[in-house]
Structures are given as C-alpha cells and as structure tokens.
Antibody, heavy 115, light 111 residues
Framework: EVQLVESGGGLVQPGGSLRLSCAASGFSFSSYWMTWVRQAPGKGLEWVGDIKQDGSEKKYVDSVKGRFTISRDNAKNSLYLQMNSLRAEDTAVYYC????????WGRGTLVTVSS | QTVVTQEPSLTVSPGGTVTLTCASS?????????PNWFQQKPGQAPRALIYSTTNKHSWTPARFSGSLLGGKAALTLSGVQPEDEADYYC???????????FGGGTKLTVL
C-alpha cells in the first residue's frame, strides 16, 4: 500500500521558519520527481514546487522562491520542505505528492502563520 | 503571470454527462501541457484521476475520460453518480519555465 505521511506543520509567527517532512512507502520513491502542493483554507490547490529524482533539479512557484527549499533523502524515502520568512499568506495545508502522474497524495499537514 | 481557467461551478443530473474544461492564458492547450485532473471531496486530500491528457490511473472509474477539446483540456463524466459531487482541478505543465499550474477548480453538483 502506498503511503505518504506529512509531518511538521503547526503554528508559527510571521517571519519564522518551519520544516515539513514527508515519509513515503509502498512505491519506488527514488524513481520519481516529488512535489509539494498547498491549499489555503477554503481555496484551491497551488503547486509549490518539485524536485528531481536525484535532487539535482528543483523548481518553485514565484511566490516562494528564495524562501522555501525542497530536498529529499532517497535512502530514507523522505521529502522535505524548509520554509523560511513565513508570511500569513503561506497559511495552508501542505500536501506531499509523488508518482509519475502525480498519482499519490498524502493527507497533508496544516501550517498556520499568525501572531 | 500564467492563469489556468476552469468553470467555477457546474450542475449535472444523476446519470447525465458533463464536460469540465481547462484553459490556459497562454493559448491553446496541447498534449505538451500534460494535463492532469484531480478530484477532491470535502475534508479529503485530492485524488488523481487523469494524467497526460487521456491516461487513467488504475483506480479511475471508467466513466471518467480526458481529452483535448477546442483548445482546452477536458474531463468528461458519463453516467454521473451522486458520489461524483466534488471539486475538480486541472494541472498544466509549462515547459519553458518548467513549472506546473493548477486551475482554480470546478465545483460539480449532482442534482
């Protein structure tokens, strides 16, 4: 059974940092680009960024460039999202997504940026 | 700024057929945009339905199909079931910038 389990969400003050993790199992993690997608409360989905199989390429939506960093550890089947200089508009559920056709989704972890 | 546009809402009767579309502000959507479609029900994570325009996942019900229609990506539901009531999102790939962009979503009501 494929599982993607996100963790690390929580309440953080504006300007603060948070690191999200995603533990993958049940599929060949190292074979696929991995993606982070977020959804603000009551809003639609937003592609945040992704990372190539070997971590050599990373792409980000403009709104997070320079603040967020995606990384992975294929030995641990894990994906990470380091979020710095957080803003209120980063408040969202963050989903970890994997598979060649964005097949597999985690349940998400909620990040709330508020003072 | 690239914008992907979907119908905000659609209503269909049980057993009917409905087509949702996905347009790009940059012009006609082609297979090179690798259109993906996702279904999201309240309180749940999205579920992948279609990738690369027409390809179904192993769990995608046969009544869902993807295509290109009039310069847009399209998702057609034939023989709609009450459980198909959900939000549907398309996702397009912009190769020049190597970025993906979601559409705003379509709220499908089965009534």
């Amino acid at each position: 059974e494929v599982q993607l389990v996100e963790s690390g969400g929580g309440l953080v003050q504006p300007g603060g940092s948070l690191r999200l993790s995603c533990a993958a199992s049940g599929f060949s993690f190292s074979s696929y680009w991995m993606t982070w997608v977020r959804q603000a409360p009551g809003k639609g989905l937003e592609w945040v960024g992704d990372i190539k199989q070997d971590g050599s390429e990373k792409k980000y939506v403009d709104s997070v460039k320079g603040r967020f960093t995606i990384s992975r550890d294929n030995a641990k089947n894990s994906l990470y999202l380091q979020m710095n200089s957080l803003r209120a508009e980063d408040t969202a559920v963050y989903y970890c997504v994997g598979g060649g056709g964005h097949d597999y989704w985690g349940r998400g972890t909620l990040v709330t940026v508020s003072s | 700024q690239t914008v992907v546009t979907q119908e905000p809402s659609l209503t269909v009767s049980p057993g009917g057929t409905v087509t949702l579309t996905c347009a790009s502000s940059t012009g006609a959507v082609t297979s090179g945009y690798y259109p993906n479609w996702f279904q999201q029900k309240p309180g749940q994570a999205p579920r992948a339905l279609i990738y690369s325009t027409t390809n179904k996942h192993s769990w995608t019900p046969a009544r869902f199909s993807g295509s290109l229609l009039g310069g847009k990506a399209a998702l057609t539901l034939s023989g709609v079931q009450p459980e198909d009531e959900a939000d549907y999102y398309c996702l397009l790939y912009y190769g020049g910038a190597q970025l993906w962009v979601f559409g705003g979503g379509t709220k499908l009501t089965v009534l």
